[in-house]
């Protein structure tokens, strides 16, 4: 794999976020960028969140400049360059993709700013024809999908905070049921 690729066609396909990294060869960080590029923009417009979409301009100006510096590497590091997922980093290599404890409670926190304000939005948005009955009614039906996410967002978001239940270790259940034994064997010679 190099990274001397065409000056013309690193420039056109970098104007798109997750191409130029996939035109240099690194599918797996270039699919993610632009995953996570569609995927904010999706929920920002079915949410009606158009806040969410600043997020895009920082997404777009790093696949731009990060192709560019694939481009600019040498053959020897450009090689040590790893293609990974974008957001690999962040999760545990463990097959059940845990977070890391390290960005749990942060992502947990982001989560719970989105569907407060999701929530909030859409409560505003009804109380402005609450005394209109049939507009309120339609703008219930429209913002029932957007009060639903709301609240998987936050559920998810407290699970994301409490932190994960864990499972005592085999060895500790063993001592437990040995220690149980042992307690029963005194009482009963006493």
């Known amino acids: 794999m190099t990274n001397k690729k065409n000056r013309f066609f690193t420039l056109v396909f ?6 130029g990294e996939m035109y240099m060869g690194l599918y ?22 158009e806040e969410l979409l600043l997020i895009l301009p920082v997404i ?10 694939l481009r600019q590497m040498t053959e020897e590091e450009f090689r040590e360059v790893k293609d990974d997922f974008f ?3 962040y999760v545990d290599a463990r097959p059940d993709w845990r977070l890391t404890e390290k960005h749990r409670r942060l992502f947990g926190v982001i989560l719970l700013f989105l569907g407060l304000s999701v929530l909030c939005k859409t409560g505003v948005n009804l109380l402005g024809t609450f005394f209109y009955v049939p507009e ?22 407290l699970g994301l905070m409490r932190g994960e239940k ?3 270790v085999e060895e500790e259940k063993e001592e437990t ?11 009963e010679e006493a």
């Open 14 to 19: 970098s104007c798109c976020p997750g191409a």
């Open 28 to 49: 797996k960080h270039g699919v993610s960028l632009l995953s996570a590029f569609c995927a904010i923009a999706a929920v920002a417009f079915w949410l009606n969140w």
């Open 60 to 69: 777009w100006c790093y696949s731009f400049f990060h192709t560019h510096n």
């Open 87 to 89: 957001f690999a980093g």
């Open 136 to 157: 309120f009614i339609w703008r219930f039906g429209y913002a029932v999908p957007q009060i639903a996410v709301a609240g998987v967002i936050l559920s998810f978001a």
């Open 166 to 168: 864990e499972e005592p």
């Open 177 to 187: 049921a040995e220690e149980n034994i042992a307690e029963k064997l005194q009482k």
